[in-house]
């Protein structure tokens, strides 16, 4: 180990972690750094609570689980003793004012500064004023010779002046640890949030980013660097794990990098697919589930959720189940099929007209003198749900629900039916965007996908009109509008919190406009006991979109 003169080299581990799982984090940040050994680095820059995982949410509100991290980052520090390179790593750390989110730097055996996070976000997604509280004004860290500063995360997306204030403490790098989770067109933004620091402090930023699925999250990596006049320095890929190391070398007293990878960045729909998928697999897998199950109809929503699990975890891990009724049409028999068939997959058919017949029995004294209507159709997505759930039980298997956002929304689902499921890869996916993954996924094979080239999703499928197929002749619009004008106005209502008049305005009639908020409003209650799903939009269900169910507010101008 000696003083950094006029080469200083960073390696940056964009890995993927998992929540609570100290010691196996312990272990990754130990390979990182062995790594970084082996590729010459100084230090290894490693992302936002690492040792934790992010985001641990009340998991820091236990003592025992804040010991366990501060002791992991205390191994670490001691194991830099042996004069390899040092490390910048996050955890949740318990000091006399409270929990913080924070930064240990540690070299020579020793960690040599803590930095705690001041601006802690509290919105979307994020609840860190929760669980943390905020920390001191920000100050750099000298080492091997090289004043660093470290903004965590949020502190660069603001007017907080962090990064300033840093500057003209005399930082000469500033090094950015974030777990930045992924929505469509993220990567722009970051850039631009990055940029905006660059030119304000005339320094340069590397942007070190978490990767991999946590819950609803998925973080995609993607770290970069600009030097400080502006250029991009370098790109790491996306929705891939990586310690690379980066070249940086001074020359009139400024630092910048010199060698670093520029990584080819996935287009919009390659990237939600891959969202999809890397969410699905680290739920799957970080939950210990072998396998998993799911009602393939002959529909798009569950031929792409089939793909997607196929992709995700392998065919011989995913089981799926055609269950017909009397309505259920020769083509979906035919398209199910040949579904599974080119996914390589497990494939069984169980009729349900035994186990409907059952239910209406049982139920005839009782429905007596009752027209036959939602309640029958909705029998037959219940005795599907029960099938699968028997399956899950029986095997293992986790149940994948498959309804998709503009469904969800309106309420187009069966709870205790079709909503069964422990995880939905497609949940924050509007129909018509599941249109276009389809056609994207025929065409394509995305990096890591386990799945097969071709056309995995039958063109038929993705061509005829959609059904729920639980009465003669349906199609879903009967009941909605058709899925372009629903899906916009959704949007409207949903990402874009518009007001009715303004959705109107658009060209929508404003009776459908009226409808479609009351059905949006009304289904919250079945949107609280559905599974979670990928995050893709900046405003899914759940952690983003937080309404009453108990609610009686309708815009009307």
């Given at each position: 180990?000696?003083?950094?003169?006029?080469?200083?080299?960073?390696?940056?581990?964009?890995?993927?972690?998992?929540?609570?799982?100290?010691?196996?984090?312990?272990?990754?940040?130990?390979?990182?750094?062995?790594?970084?050994?082996?590729?010459?680095?100084?230090?290894?820059?490693?992302?936002?609570?690492?040792?934790?995982?992010?985001?641990?949410?009340?998991?820091?509100?236990?003592?025992?689980?804040?010991?366990?991290?501060?002791?992991?980052?205390?191994?670490?520090?001691?194991?830099?003793?042996?004069?390899?390179?040092?490390?910048?790593?996050?955890?949740?750390?318990?000091?006399?004012?409270?929990?913080?989110?924070?930064?240990?730097?540690?070299?020579?055996?020793?960690?040599?500064?803590?930095?705690?996070?001041?601006?802690?976000?509290?919105?979307?997604?994020?609840?860190?004023?929760?669980?943390?509280?905020?920390?001191?004004?920000?100050?750099?860290?000298?080492?091997?010779?090289?004043?660093?500063?470290?903004?965590?995360?949020?502190?660069?997306?603001?007017?907080?002046?962090?990064?300033?204030?840093?500057?003209?403490?005399?930082?000469?790098?500033?090094?950015?640890?974030?777990?930045?989770?992924?929505?469509?067109?993220?990567?722009?933004?970051?850039?631009?949030?990055?940029?905006?620091?660059?030119?304000?402090?005339?320094?340069?930023?590397?942007?070190?980013?978490?990767?991999?699925?946590?819950?609803?999250?998925?973080?995609?990596?993607?770290?970069?660097?600009?030097?400080?006049?502006?250029?991009?320095?370098?790109?790491?890929?996306?929705?891939?794990?990586?310690?690379?190391?980066?070249?940086?070398?001074?020359?009139?007293?400024?630092?910048?990098?010199?060698?670093?990878?520029?990584?080819?960045?996935?287009?919009?729909?390659?990237?939600?697919?891959?969202?999809?998928?890397?969410?699905?697999?680290?739920?799957?897998?970080?939950?210990?589930?072998?396998?998993?199950?799911?009602?393939?109809?002959?529909?798009?929503?569950?031929?792409?959720?089939?793909?997607?699990?196929?992709?995700?975890?392998?065919?011989?891990?995913?089981?799926?189940?055609?269950?017909?009724?009397?309505?259920?049409?020769?083509?979906?028999?035919?398209?199910?099929?040949?579904?599974?068939?080119?996914?390589?997959?497990?494939?069984?058919?169980?009729?349900?007209?035994?186990?409907?017949?059952?239910?209406?029995?049982?139920?005839?004294?009782?429905?007596?003198?009752?027209?036959?209507?939602?309640?029958?159709?909705?029998?037959?997505?219940?005795?599907?749900?029960?099938?699968?759930?028997?399956?899950?039980?029986?095997?293992?298997?986790?149940?994948?629900?498959?309804?998709?956002?503009?469904?969800?929304?309106?309420?187009?689902?069966?709870?205790?039916?079709?909503?069964?499921?422990?995880?939905?890869?497609?949940?924050?996916?509007y129909k018509m965007q599941v249109y276009g993954l389809s056609r994207w996924r025929n065409a394509h094979v995305?990096?890591?996908?386990?799945?097969?080239?071709?056309?995995?999703?039958?063109?038929?499928?993705?061509?005829?009109?959609?059904?729920?197929?639980?009465?003669?002749?349906?199609?879903?619009?009967?009941?909605?509008?058709?899925?372009?004008?629903?899906?916009?106005?959704?949007?409207?209502?949903?990402?874009?919190?518009?007001?009715?008049?303004?959705?109107?305005?658009?060209?929508?009639?404003?009776?459908?406009?009226?409808?479609?908020?009351?059905?949006?409003?009304?289904?919250?209650?079945?949107?609280?006991?559905?599974?979670?799903?990928?995050?893709?939009?900046?405003?899914?269900?759940?952690?983003?979109?937080?309404?009453?169910?108990?609610?009686?507010?309708?815009?009307?101008?």
């Amino acid at each position: 180990m000696s003083t950094i003169t006029d080469v200083f080299r960073i390696a940056v581990a964009q890995l993927n972690p998992t929540v609570g799982d100290v010691s196996a984090n312990l272990a990754k940040a130990r390979e990182a750094r062995a790594d970084a050994a082996r590729q010459g680095a100084d230090m290894v820059l490693m992302t936002e609570l690492f040792i934790s995982g992010y985001p641990p949410e009340d998991l820091v509100l236990k003592p025992a689980f804040l010991k366990a991290c501060l002791k992991a980052v205390e191994t670490l520090a001691a194991e830099t003793a042996d004069g390899g390179p040092g490390m910048v790593i996050g955890f949740p750390r318990q000091s006399e004012t409270g929990r913080h989110n924070s930064i240990a730097v540690l070299d020579g055996g020793k960690i040599l500064a803590f930095r705690d996070k001041i601006d802690l976000p509290n919105y979307g997604e994020f609840d860190e004023k929760r669980v943390f509280v905020e920390g001191g004004a920000p100050t750099t860290v000298e080492f091997r010779g090289v004043r660093i500063g470290i903004p965590i995360c949020e502190e660069i997306w603001n007017d907080m002046q962090v990064c300033e204030t840093l500057a003209k403490g005399g930082a000469e790098i500033l090094l950015v640890p974030n777990g930045s989770p992924y929505y469509r067109g993220k990567i722009d933004v970051r850039h631009q949030v990055a940029l905006r620091q660059v030119e304000l402090t005339g320094l340069p930023l590397l942007f070190a980013n978490q990767l991999g699925g946590q819950d609803e999250l998925v973080f995609d990596g993607a770290s970069f660097a600009y030097n400080a006049d502006g250029n991009l320095a370098f790109q790491m890929s996306q929705f891939e794990d990586s310690v690379t190391t980066t070249d940086w070398k001074k020359k009139d007293g400024k630092w910048a990098c010199h060698a670093g990878p520029m990584s080819r960045l996935p287009d919009s729909e390659e990237a939600d697919y891959r969202a999809c998928v890397l969410g699905f697999r680290d739920y799957v897998n970080k939950n210990g589930f072998k396998n998993v199950v799911l009602g393939l109809s002959g529909g798009i929503d569950s031929a792409i959720c089939a793909a997607i699990a196929v992709d995700a975890l392998g065919e011989e891990r995913v089981r799926t189940v055609m269950m017909p009724y009397r309505y259920t049409s020769a083509d979906s028999l035919v398209d199910a099929e040949a579904c599974a068939k080119a996914l390589g997959c497990h494939y069984d058919v169980v009729a349900i007209e035994e186990p409907v017949g059952g239910f209406l029995s049982a139920l005839s004294d009782l429905f007596e003198g009752t027209e036959t209507g939602i309640t029958e159709e909705n029998l037959q997505s219940r005795a599907r749900g029960t099938i699968l759930m028997a399956i899950s039980n029986k095997f293992g298997s986790m149940v994948v629900t498959t309804g998709n956002k503009s469904e969800v929304s309106v309420g187009y689902c069966t709870l205790y039916g079709d909503m069964n499921g422990g995880f939905n890869p497609i949940k924050d996916l509007y129909k018509m965007q599941v249109y276009g993954l389809s056609r994207w996924r025929n065409a394509h094979v995305p990096p890591g996908a386990l799945g097969p080239s071709g056309e995995v999703i039958p063109v038929n499928i993705i061509d005829k009109a959609p059904s729920a197929e639980l009465r003669p002749n349906q199609t879903d619009q009967d009941s909605l509008p058709p899925y372009p004008m629903l899906d916009d106005i959704l949007e409207c209502l949903v990402e874009k919190e518009m007001a009715t008049e303004e959705i109107i305005a658009r060209g929508h009639d404003a009776a459908t406009v009226h409808r479609i908020e009351h059905l949006l409003y009304i289904a919250e209650y079945k949107r609280r006991q559905s599974a979670p799903g990928v995050k893709i939009t900046q405003k899914n269900f759940g952690r983003d979109r937080r309404y009453p169910i108990t609610n009686r507010f309708r815009d009307r101008g």
